[in-house]
């Protein structure tokens, strides 16, 4: 009976020589795709994201492949717990790699982003190709480079790009095979041959929001690094399919429409009517209008009345307007050498800060750098109740 044993184990050892000796013959790889997790959630999920700044985002890779003598494909990965495409894998078709392979794939990560970020593109309705074509590049990710789980914390400049939507694509590589995670090359189309002006679905998209205290900006902060589309568009009429939506680009009121949407308040009607109601006949919403000039450091009418910021008169949120050029008030701010020392002071001047994406991605900056030194002041009083 012993000896049987040892034989049984010397059977088994073989086994897994013959198994490590023949692995680079025995397994195909397929595709690669990237999963994440949040908050050390149970499950990992190829389904792209969106996260609040505070979370915990963790990434991984995984590389469907085809293992001799097996019918299926099965999925090689360091996770044992998948979602993809939103179905739950058996945990029999999830083998990790060193049951399969003598090492580790050489795996390389890059982040996806536009070509020219800092300009804006102009759809064309009426032509053949109506929409802008924005142009993408794949930028490597080098500290990244062979890790299997990463920490979104980890990744360069994540401070100059969260929070906002970033794209991300891994490379596999195995011997002489390559599997990769779709990439800059899928684009959208509207029925099937028209550019939709981006990337698709398919391409995992991370959507960080942000921590300000306000809902709304917390979710316009999402739409950083998207490029700006002055006439962004719809291709049905409908909201679900406008380019927004499909994170493709927008302008300031496109995205602002968006964060509401994001909170369940249904801003679509309003898409033509934003900034200033009464520019288009529309009356049913009441709102705060005030113009203001800039006087020393500090905004005010021109009877020279101060404008106080709050929840009742004005406050985050709300727009600022200069002609064309559209903000949102983002951040109340002090001077640095005044006895609130760069923090709130409750009133508008020249040190508060807003966002704005009038001629190129959003970013953060004064009113008077992005506006000048007279601007209206507009408030819709039932605008987005929940915020």
Known sequence: MHQIKIVRILAVIFCVFILCATCFAQVQLLEAAIVGNINNGKYWSNSSLIADKGDILKLSAVVTARVENMYSPLYLS??????????????????????????????????????????????????????AVIPYHEVPIPGWTNQWIVDLRSLPDKDQLLPGTIWLKVEVVLDRQFAVSPGYENRMKVYDTIDFGGLNHKVFRIGIKGRTGCIFIDNILLYRNLPVIINPLSWSGSWDEHQTSHWIGGNLVSFMIAAAEMSDIKLWNYLDKL?????????????????????????????????????????????????????????????????????????????????????????????????????????????????
């Open 275 to 387: 900034p200033l109601p009464e520019l288009n006949f529309f009356d049913v919403t009441e709102y705060y209008r005030k113009n203001v000039y800039l006087n020393d450091d500090i905004f005010t009418t021109e009877e020279g009345e101060t404008i106080g910021l709050n929840k009742i008169i004005y406050d985050k949120g709300d727009i600022l307007l200069n002609n064309d050029r559209v903000g949102i008030l983002y951040e109340d701010r002090s001077p640095i050498n005044s006895e609130h020392g760069g923090g709130p002071n409750k009133i508008l001047d020249r040190y508060d800060l807003i966002l704005e994406c009038n001629y190129h991605s959003m970013q953060i900056t004064t009113i008077e750098q992005s506006l000048g030194d007279t601007i209206q002041l507009i408030r819709w009083k039932n605008r987005w109740k929940n915020y």
């Open 78 to 131: 360091e996770i044992y717990q998948l979602v993809m495409d939103h179905d739950t894998i058996a945990s029999g078709k999830v083998i990790p790699f060193k049951k399969v392979l003598v090492k580790l794939p050489e795996l390389y990560w890059y982040r996806i982003e536009p070509v020219n970020i800092d300009t804006f593109y102009l759809n064309h309705p009426g032509n053949v190709t109506p929409f």
